[in-house]
């Protein structure tokens, strides 16, 4: 059995305005694709559908060869999806412990088991000397890794990140880099990163797709999108900022 997360030949419009048009991505188990693009390129809406939070007007997403059309969100989550948002959502009243855990219970799991999944998901990303703080008192770096690990507790076969990268600062991309490198290795997961970090993106994906205007205009090596003239004509000459690390 094929082993990759595919929407194919997506279609979407918001009345008169087209926002995606016949659009494929994929992302094959184990490996880590960044989804790039300028605002307003479409990829949210992409990863809206995919997630199941936004219905496609023709397409089809499937996961391992299993059609998604019309589950929900909750579904596709059962089924080996799991998404992580730009806000983290956390709870600031409670624990680090506490955040991942209603995590992995969300997902379907006996607090025995969520407990088991939050404590392997802390130590894979490095969380373990935090466990006990309040969720109100981190860090915007950690903030987002604890989102991470509560995303991982799901033990998903494919996870897509929202903006990840969003806010961190030079000391905490690294962090980031590392929490992802553990995730592909230590679970197999395969991950679409959807990023306007263009070096993040280098540093961490072996695939990048990149959206602009609704349509796919490149697929391939992220080092060749950072010199692609279609590339860097839809980002207005913003990717060159990527090339360090900064903000595109």
């Given amino acids: 059995m094929t082993q990759v997360l595919e929407a ?18 994929s992302v094959n188990k184990g490996e880590v694709v960044g989804l790039l ?33 019309g589950m929900t969100p909750e579904a596709r989550t059962h089924a080996g999806l799991a998404r992580t948002f730009q806000s983290g959502r956390l709870f ?11 995590g992995a219970i969300g997902s379907g799991c006996s607090t025995k088991k969520a407990n088991g999944r939050a404590a392997a998901a802390m130590e894979m990303l490095g969380l373990t000397g935090v466990q006990r703080e309040s969720a109100a008192g981190l860090s915007h770096g950690l903030s987002r890794l604890v989102g991470l690990a509560r995303a991982v507790t799901s033990e998903p076969d494919y996870l897509i990140m929202d903006e990840p990268a969003a ?25 679409l990163l959807i990023e306007h970090n263009v070096g993040l993106v280098a540093a961490a994906c072996s695939r990048v797709f990149v959206l602009a205007s609704g349509e796919l205009l490149f697929e391939g090596n992220p080092q060749d999108a950072l010199v692609d003239e279609g590339v860097l004509s839809a980002y207005l000459g913003d990717a060159t900022m990527g090339l360090h690390g900064g903000r595109a």
Avoid: W
């Fill in 92 to 102: 600031p009243d409670l624990t680090v412990t506490e955040n991942i855990v209603l």
């Fill in 167 to 191: 806010g961190l600062n030079d000391h905490e991309t690294p962090a980031l880099l590392a929490a992802l490198d553990n995730i592909r290795r230590e679970s197999g997961c395969g991950m």
């Fill in 8 to 25: 194919a030949s997506i279609v979407k419009s918001f009345g008169a305005i087209h926002v995606l048009e016949d659009v494929t991505v």
């Fill in 37 to 69: 693009g300028p605002n307003g390129a479409g990829k949210t809406t992409l990863v809206n559908i995919i997630a199941g939070y936004e219905t496609q007007d023709s397409g089809t997403v499937t996961l391992d060869g299993r059609n998604l059309d």
